[in-house]
């Protein structure tokens, strides 16, 4: 467990900013027609996730270190 650490590679970006306003404002529950998730997928996907992994493998070698 990694205590404090953030990862902002995953928290929706300005790209979605203003596409929810909760699931009490839904129009419909069918996820393939909400604008949030078609924009937070597309961020999803522009995403490097070997570079992911080798940050996540660099922090936790460190902490390995520390301990």
Request: aromatic fraction near 8%; charge should be negative; proline fraction near 5%.
């Given at each position: 467990?990694?205590?404090?650490?953030?990862?902002p590679?995953f928290?929706?970006?300005?790209?979605?900013?203003?596409?929810?306003?909760?699931?009490?404002?839904?129009?419909?529950?069918?996820?393939n027609?909400c604008?949030?998730?078609?924009?937070?997928?597309?961020?999803?996907?522009?995403?490097?996730?070997?570079n992911?992994?080798?940050?996540?493998?660099?922090?936790?070698?460190?902490?390995?270190?520390?301990?």
């Open positions: 467990m990694w205590n404090g650490l953030r990862a590679d928290a929706p970006g300005p790209i979605c900013e203003g596409l929810c306003s909760g699931q009490s404002e839904c129009l419909t529950h069918d996820p027609s604008l949030f998730l078609r924009a937070y997928r597309y961020q999803l996907d522009q995403l490097d996730y070997n992911i992994i080798k940050r996540c493998e660099n922090i936790a070698n460190k902490i390995k270190e520390v301990e």
